[in-house]
């Protein structure tokens, strides 16, 4: 079948991850999550590999090396995230998976404005901050991690700070994007919202 390219971005713990699941499921199309490719570069930075170099050596092995969905990975990530060179080694391969025969579903922060702007569906998938923290923290807990509801709130408007903030492609919505705020939103109805937009331009 035709290219189909499905670009969700969001802030940290907005759902986007959740609803790019289910959604890839639904359409039975392949899934990408952006946010694993800086991550395992960040993972890289703090073993002491320069970040730019460990952009340009990624395989997909590195993306399912040990955990990175750590507190500690996530703020690496988000920090190699703002180095432009680490950005332009990781651009070939997005844009190589979002054209795969059967359709492909990218998130991340700047999926419909950088990596797929031509994309035939573009998401933004926003939530409070104080309810994406809540959803963070539930996750670190439920994984054995010992912090608390405000060290995590903290960590995410930082986090979110500096993914606006950035001079290269910062978080910010498509122009064409739809917004789906699931703030009050469960799991199923955030995915069914998502799977209107998609359908329809299906
Ligand atoms: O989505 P996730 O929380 O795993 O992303 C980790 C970090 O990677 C983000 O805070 C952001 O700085 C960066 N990122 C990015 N562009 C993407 C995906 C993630 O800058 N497309």
New binding site residues.
């Given amino acids: 079948s035709e290219p189909f390219t499905i670009a969700i971005?969001g802030p940290?713990a907005s759902g986007k991850?959740t609803i790019s699941r289910a959604v890839a499921a639904r359409f039975g199309c392949a899934h990408l999550?952006?946010?694993?490719?800086?991550?395992a570069v960040g993972a890289k930075m703090l073993e002491g590999v320069p970040p730019v170099e460990a952009a340009r050596t990624l395989t997909a092995a590195d993306l399912e090396a040990g955990d990175l969905?750590t507190a500690e990975i996530?703020d690496a990530?988000?920090k190699v995230?703002v180095i432009a060179d680490v950005?332009a080694a990781l651009v070939d391969f997005q844009r190589a998976f979002a054209r795969r025969a059967g359709g492909a579903v990218l998130?991340?922060?700047?999926?419909g404005t950088v990596?797929c702007p031509q994309a035939e569906v573009k998401l933004f998938v926003t939530a409070s901050p104080e309810v994406r923290a809540h959803r963070r923290y539930l996750e670190l807990i439920a994984k054995g991690a010992r912090t608390t509801e405000d060290e995590v709130l903290a960590d995410v408007i930082a986090?979110d700070e500096?993914?606006r903030d950035r001079a290269t492609?910062p978080?910010r919505a498509a122009e064409d994007a739809v917004f789906i705020d699931t703030s009050h939103l469960g799991i199923e109805d955030a995915v069914e919202a998502a799977v209107e937009v998609i359908a329809a331009k299906r």
């Fill in positions: 971005d940290a991850g999550d952006t946010g694993l490719l800086y991550r969905r996530a990530a988000s995230a950005r998130d991340g922060r700047d999926i990596i986090r500096r993914d492609a978080l």
